[in-house]
């Protein structure tokens, strides 16, 4: 099947800092991909979608100014958590799909802020 | 409906395997997730299987099969440590999950 590889699988971050967490798919070109959160014992929440060269679609009640996303390329998405703060812990994961195609998952991101 | 099945316990014994069973009905399908959670803890990501067939990550391997909604997660030489619950979730067609209510595992010496 196709990889999706994200990175890092886990990340401590002091309060007020920034941590980027990069999503890439290995051997296809994704048109799209979504970054979810899961909270604990909670479903993944679909955080946005982004479609390569253009501006991410965020979903109601997400900060965009917080939750940086960046599409520059078919092979790479990141999302940038600014002045993160004890409450953005979390798991982080990103998906990538190719048109139509069945989306990929990465192995996500256990973002701790301490 | 959308409904996921898991048994709700079982036991096993240190050294051996386990075959953990999850089938699915679901509003479309986009993966399944198998996740171990200790108690107290947060959901650990084990495996995501999407394509048919065995998925294998050292002692877990995880199966597929979306002609008969159904999927397994398979651990070997057990060990103390793996005694959690594990949750089976599918990803339907907007990319939500939905989850089992999870099967509780318990290792004997």
């Known amino acids: 099947g196709a990889v999706v590889s994200q990175h890092p699988s886990r990340v401590i971050c002091k309060s007020g800092t920034s941590v980027k967490i990069e999503c890439r798919s290995l051997?296809?070109?994704?048109?799209?991909m979504f970054w979810y959160r899961q909270f604990p014992k909670q479903s993944l929440m679909l955080m946005a979608t982004?479609?390569?060269?253009?501006?991410?679609?965020?979903e109601q009640g997400v900060e965009k100014d917080k939750f940086l996303i960046n599409h520059a390329s078919l092979t790479l998405s990141t999302l940038t958590v600014t002045s993160a703060h004890p409450e953005d812990s979390s798991f982080y994961i990103c998906?990538?799909?190719?048109?139509?195609?069945?989306?990929?998952f990465g192995q996500g991101t256990r973002l701790t802020v301490v | 409906g959308q409904n996921i099945d898991q048994p709700t316990e079982m036991t096993a014994t240190e050294g051996a395997i386990v075959q953990i069973n999850c089938t699915y009905q679901?509003?479309?399908?986009?993966?399944l997730f198998w996740y171990q959670q200790h108690a107290g803890e947060a959901p650990t990501f084990l495996s995501y299987?999407?394509l048919d067939g065995l998925e294998e990550k050292g002692r877990f391997s995880s199966f597929l099969s979306r002609s008969k909604g159904y999927s397994y997660l398979l651990l070997k030489e057990l060990q103390m440590k793996d005694s959690a619950s594990y949750l089976c979730?599918?990803?339907?067609?907007?990319?939500?999950?939905?989850w089992g209510a999870g099967t509780k595992l318990i290792i004997k010496p």
């Open positions: 051997d296809f070109q994704a048109t799209t």
């Open positions: 982004s479609n390569e060269g253009s501006k991410a679609t965020y």
């Open positions: 299987n999407v």
């Open positions: 998906s990538a799909k190719q048109g139509a195609t069945e989306a990929f």
């Open positions: 979730a599918v990803m339907d067609s907007n990319y939500q999950l939905i």
């Open positions: 679901t509003s479309g399908f986009n993966g």
